[in-house]
């Protein structure tokens, strides 16, 4: 069984498109993330919520929506996209942010082109 | 400002090589750190971490990373590689908010 599973691991689109990359984790984790890896394999945090609650919210284009329905889900939904959203993103998760402190488990990550 | 620096972007070693990539941070305390691997595809996988005690500690996969504290650095060690080796590694830290920070990676090429 995969731990943390991200659908679809790849994904072609024109610009201008909205799309949604979907998240969910097995491991009864509370917190969940968004990372972004650009085409230098620079990772990004964009986006973390623990138990459906938004925690950290970087700099991030309000095109971008992460939404928790519940604690095993993190979807992030992408509205008018742009050449530069061209990337690979990571969805993680962790047991609790305070008791192991940045020990993540990373989903194989949903590649994204923007045409 | 918070940081964490990977001054190398590309390593070649031969197999059976001994490895050594080097990890800095700037912080003004001792942050938690970690080093993630990437391999090619795939996402990141937790190889160690050290939040204090022991300044030497043990990973997965033969790896071990060794903290210094008046150097800030925090590199990663491995006695001999193998070719399965060859991914981007990582080196990460928490400096004390809710946020992992991420260095730049340093990509390792096994030469045979």
């Known amino acids: 069984d995969t731990a943390v599973s991200q659908t679809p691991k790849y994904l072609v689109t024109q610009m201008g498109n909205d799309k949604s990359i979907k998240c969910e984790q097995n491991?009864?984790?509370?917190?969940m993330y968004w990372y972004k890896q650009d085409s230098k394999k620079f990772l990004k945090i964009m986006f973390s919520y623990n138990n459906k609650e938004l925690i950290i919210n970087e700099t991030v284009p309000n095109r971008f929506s992460p939404k928790s329905p519940d604690k095993a889900h993190l979807n992030l939904h992408i509205n008018s996209l742009e050449l530069g959203d061209s990337a690979v993103y990571f969805c993680?998760?962790?047991?609790?942010?305070?008791?192991?402190?940045?020990?993540?488990?990373f989903g194989e990550g949903s590649r994204l082109t923007v045409l | 400002a918070q940081s964490v620096t990977q001054p190398d972007i590309h390593i070649t070693v031969s197999e059976g090589a001994s490895l050594e990539l080097r990890c800095n941070y700037s912080y003004g305390a001792t942050p938690y750190l970690f080093w993630y691997v990437q391999s090619p595809g795939q996402g990141l996988q937790l190889l160690l971490k050290?939040?204090?005690?022991?300044?030497l500690v043990q990973g997965i996969k033969g790896f071990e990373a060794e903290f210094k504290r008046s150097q800030s650095s925090f590199n990663l060690r491995k006695p001999s590689v193998h070719w399965s080796d060859a991914a981007e590694y990582f080196c990460a830290a928490r400096f004390g908010n809710e946020k992992l920070t991420f260095g730049t990676g340093t990509r390792l090429t096994i030469i045979p």
């Open positions: 050290y939040f204090s005690g022991d300044t």
């Open positions: 491991l009864g984790h509370d917190t």
């Open positions: 993680a998760s962790s047991q609790d942010r305070r008791a192991v402190p940045g020990e993540l488990f």
